[in-house]
């Protein structure tokens, strides 16, 4: 299908799961180059990455570990308004290489919030492995190591990614047009 609705808004084919799954590969090939000879924890930033991080593991061919943490917003009880609280960590990665695995990386905001809690429990090194870049959004000054696609500055469904929840399940990704 080369158009959807998703809730109020219509969508048209951007990115076939082919293209994805190839760009996926290739970026399994550049961890497997680099990450090889390290004690690897990769961490998937749910909900997003989920089918990102099954396919691009399928492709990993060194012993490492797979683990996933939930960033929950909640309100404050102080002024300071919304907190975001990093689930599902414990102290096991210390002294590792910790590798974040994203949908996709925007501003950037998350990845540095993410970055400052993990470094908290003392990794050996943090890096960063995005399916999806949108270098034009990107606002933090952390580098990210590995990128998948580049894309527009435009909203996308599918492959994990959603609209107010729904869309997540769609196995190509959807650009938006109204
Ligand atoms: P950032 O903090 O601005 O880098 O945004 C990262 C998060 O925003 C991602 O993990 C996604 O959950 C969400 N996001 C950013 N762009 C899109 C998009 O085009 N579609 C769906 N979700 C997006
Ligand atoms: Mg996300």
Do not use: W
């Not at 084919?13 to 190839?22: D, G, Y």
């Not at 989920?50 to 399928?58: A, D, I, P």
């Not at 990794?123 to 990107?138: G, Q």
């Not at 527009?152 to 107010?164: K, W």
């Amino acid at each position: 299908m080369n158009k959807i609705k998703i809730l109020d808004k219509s969508f048209s084919i951007f990115l076939h799961e082919k293209k994805i799954n190839s760009k996926i590969s290739k970026l399994a090939e550049e961890l497997n180059t680099h990450e090889k000879s390290k004690d690897v924890v990769f961490l998937g930033i749910l909900n997003g990455c989920f089918m990102f991080v099954s396919e691009l593991m399928k492709n990993i061919d060194f012993d490492c570990r797979i683990s996933f943490v939930k960033l929950a917003s909640y309100q404050g009880t102080s002024s300071t308004g919304n907190i975001k609280e990093l689930l599902g960590i414990n102290d096991d990665i210390k002294d590792k290489t910790v590798i974040i695995l994203e949908d996709i990386v925007d501003t950037g905001y998350t990845i540095d919030h993410i970055k400052k809690e993990l470094k908290k429990h003392n990794p050996a090194e943090i890096k960063t492995c995005t399916m999806l870049f949108k270098p034009e959004a990107y606002q933090s000054k952390e580098p990210i190591e590995y990128k998948g696609i580049e894309i527009p500055n435009e909203f996308i469904v599918g492959y994990g990614l959603d609209y107010n929840g729904y869309g997540r399940n769609l196995r190509n990704i959807y650009q938006v047009t109204n």
